[in-house]
């Protein structure tokens, strides 16, 4: 039986397109206020794992269940708003003349484009709060194309939070980011955890530096299969970095983060 306190559980996925398995037997049961951190190499399965666990994936296999509700048994799509994605992809996808403010605003219903739902005032007040907290003040009727790299990631992270979602998925949001933008994004995690320390993350990366300190959690994948998983203080290891990657890395711990020197 499901436990009432998970956000999050995956048995025995499975996900296979055109005969190439890309997930396979994977089981991942996050509880509330878990913040996990799901790393591995490219084509390992990790963008996949996200997309099961955001519902815009259908497993070929296994069960999907999100706060109770197992997909493919019960209308899950009002459950759609309880799950917040942030992605360097989905920045791809949104129109450079877009308002900032619009794109914030927009996350509501998951929309690119303003143009199919109605917003209002309150909808604007909520997207201009949420970019005041990740240090987006003052930018509300600015281009989204006008911003770096870094600043575009962080408005798609106040998006991702505009329906105060129980679970958010952060597919690789520091990817191209310079170390300045990248420090910051990592603090606008960290601040969100100490505010609601009782939503539950899912963090992918190929980085052990982009590990917010506040993570808790590790999921490791390769080839669309769990390699290790569990508390993150017991589970990241050198080890398992230098086999999930063909690099022998020196793994050392800083503070509340981590650092992965390759061994010359």
């Given amino acids: 039986m499901t436990n009432r306190h998970a ?3 995956l048995t025995g996925v499975g996900v296979v397109r055109d005969g190439t398995t890309i997930l396979c037997n994977l089981s991942l049961r996050i509880d509330r206020g878990e913040r996990w951190v799901v790393i591995g190499p ?15 994936i259908h497993p070929s296999s296994g069960s999907v269940t999100l706060l109770g509700a197992e997909l493919g048994k019960v209308d899950i ?13 989905l920045a791809q996808r949104l129109r450079l ?29 909520r997207a201009r709060d949420l970019l005041a907290m990740v ?24 998006r991702s939070l505009f329906n105060d979602p129980q679970l958010l998925l952060l597919d690789e949001p520091n990817a191209g980011l310079d170390p ?10 960290d601040h969100m955890a100490g505010q609601r320390p009782d ?25 669309g299969e769990v390699v290790a998983q569990g508390p993150l203080e017991t589970t990241l290891t050198g080890a398992l970095v230098s086999d999930l990657f063909g690099v022998t890395y020196d793994l050392r711990r800083h503070g509340r983060r981590w650092v992965g020197l390759p061994r010359l």
């Fill in 77 to 89: 799509r009002p459950l759609r708003g309880s799950v917040g994605i942030a992605s360097a992809l």
């Fill in 42 to 56: 490219n084509g390992g399965g990790k963008s996949t794992l996200v997309g099961v666990a955001g519902l815009s």
């Fill in 7 to 9: 956000v999050l559980e």
């Fill in 135 to 158: 240090g987006l003040d003052g930018h509300e009727r600015q281009h989204f194309g006008l911003l770096s790299s870094g600043e575009r990631q962080r408005a798609l992270l106040a």
């Fill in 97 to 125: 003349e877009l308002p900032v403010n619009a794109v914030v605003y927009c996350g509501k219903y998951g929309a690119l484009e303003p143009w199919w739902h109605t917003y209002t005032a309150v909808d604007e007040v």
């Fill in 199 to 223: 939503r539950s993350t899912i963090l992918v990366t190929h980085h052990v530096e982009d590990i917010p300190g506040s993570a808790t959690h590790l999921l490791a994948i390769d080839r």
């Fill in 180 to 189: 300045g933008a990248r420090e910051a994004l990592i603090e606008v995690q």
